[in-house]
Nanobody, 118 residues
Framework: QVQLVESGGGLVQPGGSLRLSCVFS????????MAWYRQAPGNRRELVAS???????EYVASVKGRFTISTDNAKNTMFLQMNNLKPEDTAVYYC????????????WGQGTQVTVSS
């Protein structure tokens, strides 16, 4: 039912910036908390940032102060602005519903690859 399409990944040098986009086929402000996840090779998928319909945001400690999650309601789009990128940020990044607040998570999309390397 829900379709999620991530984009904006790429290759960037340490200290660089990247902005990821997630087009959500639904109203992300309709009582849903949305989130960005990432999965690096050999690691489990982890939640890195979430945002409620009212703009309330949470971040995992490793990205706090460097990443900013936001939404554009007119475009049904969620963003992840990533600054001061580090090699350990290298991962496939996914967007999805955050199921911790009562909404069911959708099927995972393809994700977008972020590679931070010199």
């Amino acid at each position: 039912q829900v379709q999620l399409v991530e984009s904006g990944g790429g290759l960037v040098q340490p200290g660089g910036s990247l902005r990821l986009s997630c087009v959500f086929s639904g109203n992300i402000f309709n009582n849903k908390v949305m989130a960005w996840y990432r999965q690096a090779p050999g690691n489990r998928r982890e939640l890195v940032a979430s945002i409620a319909s009212g703009g309330r945001a949470e971040y995992v400690a490793s990205v706090k102060g460097r990443f900013t999650i936001s939404t554009d309601n007119a475009k049904n789009t969620m963003f992840l602005q990533m600054n001061n990128l580090k090699p350990e940020d290298t991962a496939v990044y996914y967007c999805n519903v955050d199921p911790r607040y009562g909404s069911a998570r959708a099927d995972w999309g393809q994700g977008t690859q972020v590679t931070v390397s010199s």
